[in-house]
């Protein structure tokens, strides 16, 4: 079944890599762009720093969200388009309405993810911080307990990329119907994700050697068209 769609991704991409890579290359400068920016506020003069250290971040946040949120979406639904047979032209209109469910969407799936990362990863963190506040204690002892707190934060981690596949397909179904809102994106997400978690989880983990090759950077304009492409029609065939 994997390898059908996956056979049917590479099929609906053949001749069409050009209507995506302008929307994904825009895309992937301004990550870089804002990525560097927040990066380069540890350089500024010492006198600023705790001014900056607050706006700055929030500013380039919020700009982020504003200029990639529908860029994303407008991808999903040129990856849309050609699972379905259509060549999409480049100037899909996207529409206020649309570039600002964009936006609220990504910031909706940002603290959801957040949260239930929090959830996954409490016990571990509290446990760790109690027994830092017991004081001195033997290198066995602490060996011992901080083997065992990472165990539980790799299990944490796993469990979270586990759940979190639930919200997998909300910003499909909000490619899908125009008249959807972010709500009911994220709500038909959880409901046709129920009891698949494992299936997409470990559908895009049999992507990580590809994007282990695009560590080259130019592959990348191959590999993420192609993965993209092969969560779509696996969207659309389960």
């Known amino acids: 079944m994997n390898a059908r769609i996956k056979l049917s991704a590479k099929v609906a991409l053949t001749g069409s890599q050009l209507k ?10 301004l990550i870089s762009v804002f990525s560097l920016c927040n990066y380069a506020v540890n350089f500024i003069p010492f006198y600023l720093e705790n001014y900056f250290f ?20 407008r991808l999903q639904i040129k990856h849309l388009l050609l699972a379905r047979g259509i060549k999409p032209s480049q100037g899909i209109c996207m529409g206020f309405a649309n570039a600002m469910k ?3 969407l990504s910031i909706c799936l940002f603290f959801l993810k957040l949260f239930w990362f929090a959830v996954f990863e409490a016990v571990p963190v509290a446990a760790t911080v ?19 707190m990472l165990i539980l934060l790799l299990a944490g981690f796993g469990f979270y990329l586990l759940f979190t596949q639930r919200y997998s397909k909300a910003w499909f179904y909000l490619a899908c119907y125009k008249d ?8 038909e997400s959880i409901k046709r994700t129920k009891g698949k978690y494992a299936d997409i989880l470990f559908f895009k983990l049999g992507f990580v050697p590809w994007f282990l ?21 696996l969207f659309l065939n389960r």
């Open 130 to 148: 109690i027994f830092l506040l017991r004081g001195t204690v033997s290198l066995r002892a602490a060996f011992v307990f901080f083997s065992g």
């Open 20 to 29: 995506i890579i302008p929307t994904l290359a825009a895309t992937m400068l």
């Open 102 to 104: 964009a936006c609220e």
């Open 213 to 233: 090759i695009c560590i080259l950077v130019f592959p990348v304009l191959y590999v993420i068209p192609y993965y993209k492409q092969s969560i779509t029609c």
């Open 54 to 73: 607050v706006v700055f971040p929030a500013v380039t946040l919020l700009l982020s969200i504003a200029l990639i949120s529908p860029l994303r979406l």
């Open 180 to 187: 959807f809102t972010v709500s009911d994106a994220i709500s």
